[in-house]
C-alpha cells in the first residue's frame, strides 16, 4: 500500500472514530454513566475507601476469592545439591545445573556419571 493510500484510510478511521465519539458525547445513558462515576469517586474520597472496599462492602464472597487469586504464589526454595568428584575429590555446591564447572564436569565424564557423584 502507498503511503497516499495509507494516509487516507487512517483519515477515513478518525472521521468514523470522531463521528462515533460525537454520538457517544450525545447518548443520555452515556452521561448518567459518567454522572454516577463521578459522584461514586466523590463519596469513596470523602469517606476514604478505595474500590477494593466498594467491591467487599457490596459482595464479601468476591472479595475473598479475588484476595486469595491476587496472593503471589511463592516458589518452594531450591535445595543446595553438594557434588563430589572422586577423582579430585573436589566439591560443588549449587542449587542448579548451571554451574560453570558442574557443566565442565558433565561435559568431561558425562551426565549420569556426575549426578551419581551427589551426595545425600
Known sequence: MSKLAEFRAAERALQEQLAQLESLKNDASLKKEIEFE???QGLMKTYGKSL?????ILDPSLSKASAVA????Q????????????HTGELIETKGGNHRGLKAWKEEHGA???E???RK
Request: no cysteine; hydrophobic share 40%.
Open 52 to 56: 477494593r472496599d466498594i467491591i467487599a
Open 116 to 118: 551419581s557423584w551427589l
Open 75 to 86: 516458589r518452594r526454595a531450591r535445595v543446595v545439591k553438594v557434588y563430589q568428584n572422586p
Open 38 to 40: 463521578e459522584k461514586l
Open 112 to 114: 549420569e556419571t556426575v
Open 70 to 73: 491476587s496472593a503471589p504464589k
